[in-house]
């Protein structure tokens, strides 16, 4: 198997870290991550990009005149680098039909509710807010809606007595770390 990825950050970019850390150790066998997509230039996961020479597109949408502009760039991009499969981590903008049109059943997001509950920003503190006794993690497909897509896995993570909004938000980015990877590799397995 050789199936190259690409995965797309806005912010910190600990599942992408958790993603290339599952390649190089070879847990996701025959996959390569073969470019990084971020829209925030000044996003930490920039740094981690570089450090790692994974190959980047870094973009501001300023700089285009709409969605359209910059999803036809990524478009180019993720063809160049002969991209299989597309895995939104932590990519916080809604993805357009430029991107869609070419990639609807190949592109993955990972959210950290346990969907259709709390979709859109700040899942976790959304959560913690409502008082839910238990939320998780999902990974779905991507359509045109916010966290809409078809639901490929979930996995749940327990709110306990003693547990504050970081300490709850800590053990769902562990449980991502760990669901994003396995769900990658079996989706290619499928594909
Ligand atoms: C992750 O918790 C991911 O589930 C969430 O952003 C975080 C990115 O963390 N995504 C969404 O909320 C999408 N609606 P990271 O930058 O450390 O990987």
């Known amino acids: 198997m050789n199936m190259r990825i690409a995965v797309f950050a806005s912010g910190r970019g600990s599942n992408l ?6 390649v190089i150790s ?8 073969d470019l990084a997509v971020c829209d925030r230039p000044d996003a930490p996961v920039v740094d981690l990009v570089h ?31 002969k991209i299989g499969l597309v895995v939104l981590a932590g990519y916080m903008r809604l993805v357009g039909a430029v991107l869609l049109e070419k990639w609807e059943g190949r592109m993955i997001n990972l959210h ?3 969907l259709p509950a709390f979709p859109g920003k700040d899942a976790i503190g959304q959560a913690w807010r409502a008082g839910v006794k238990e939320t998780g993690v999902t990974v779905h497909f991507v359509d ?48």
């Open 17 to 22: 870290l958790a993603i290339h850390d599952a």
């Open 26 to 33: 070879g847990k996701l066998e025959g996959i390569s991550l």
């Open 51 to 81: 450090k790692r020479n994974i190959p980047d597109f870094i973009f501001c949408p300023k700089d285009y005149a709409d969605k359209n502009g910059f999803e036809t760039v990524i478009a180019e991009k993720l063809a160049e680098a």
């Open 112 to 114: 950290p509710s346990l």
């Open 144 to 191: 045109a809606g916010m966290d809409t897509g078809r639901i490929y896995l979930q996995q749940k993570v327990t709110v306990d007595p003693d547990d504050t909004e970081e300490s709850l938000s800590e053990k769902i980015h562990l449980l991502e770390h760990k669901l994003l990877p396995d769900a990658i590799l079996k989706i290619i397995q499928e594909m």
